[in-house]
T-cell receptor
Framework: SAVISQKPSRDICQRGTSLTIQCQVD?????MFWYRQQPGQSLTLIAT?????????ESGFVIDKFPISRPNLTFSTLTVSNMSPEDSSIYLC??????????FGPGTRLTVL | LAKTTQPISMDSYEGQEVNITCSHN???????ITWYQQFPSQGPRFIIQ???TKVTNEVASLFIPADRKSSTLSLPRVSLSDTAVYYC???????????FGSGTRLSIRP
């Protein structure tokens, strides 16, 4: 199994600012995934991040709003840019094991005022 | 990726067996079925995965009929701590990304 940590665990931000969320894995992984989960809702995949290449975004998500970095095989960041209250959500990163099961981080709870 | 449909919510009592059924009519030959569990304020946790017939591990069983258009997660002798949201997903063996459906909110009562 993989152990994933995220920072910050929660934050309250002002409209128009940006927040960068960090995701750290205790082992090297090829792909990392970023999800958003709004209160009481299911998870929505934002993008897939491969080390050394541009992230692949799902429909409805764009790089200018959610830039992603993947500098090495154990780390990734997701930035939520120019935030509005609609961005208030839990953001989760995940990685896939060699057995095709995914391990999720604890999430970052973001509130935008 | 095949779309999945599962009940929005289910209630049961401690000690009972709970069966949650998921339909995935458009499942492809290379797809397999995975179930995740999510507690409040936590990320989802892998429960079980299967391709056909029956799979059993220490926490659950997964039943998949021959046509694979549905699957049933079986939780034996549930306890209060099994109260969670359960997600059924269909994954392609050649692609890593997974798409979550709406999930089933399971409530266990004393």
């Amino acid at each position: 199994s993989a152990v994933i940590s995220q920072k910050p665990s929660r934050d309250i931000c002002q409209r128009g600012t940006s927040l960068t969320i960090q995701c750290q894995v205790d082992s090297q992984v090829t792909m990392m995934f970023w999800y958003r989960q709004q209160p009481g809702q299911s998870l929505t995949l934002i993008a897939t991040a491969n080390q050394g290449s541009e992230a692949t975004y799902e429909s409805g998500f764009v790089i200018d709003k959610f830039p992603i970095s993947r500098p090495n095989l154990t780390f990734s960041t997701l930035t939520v840019s120019n935030m509005s209250p609609e961005d208030s959500s839990i953001y989760l990163c995940s990685v896939e094991s060699k057995y095709n099961e995914q391990f999720f981080g604890p999430g970052t709870r973001l509130t935008v005022l | 990726l095949a779309k999945t449909t599962q009940p929005i919510s289910m209630d049961s009592y401690e000690g009972q067996e709970v069966n949650i059924t998921c339909s995935h009519n458009n499942i492809a030959t290379n797809d397999y079925i995975t179930w995740y569990q999510q507690f409040p304020s936590q990320g989802p946790r892998f429960i079980i995965q299967g391709y056909k017939t029956k799979v059993t591990n220490e926490v659950a069983s997964l039943f998949i009929p021959a046509d694979r258009k549905s699957s049933t997660l079986s939780l034996p002798r549930v306890s209060l701590s099994d109260t969670a949201v359960y997600y059924c997903l269909v994954q392609n063996s050649s692609a890593s990304k997974i798409i979550f459906g709406s999930g089933t909110r399971l409530s266990i009562r004393p």
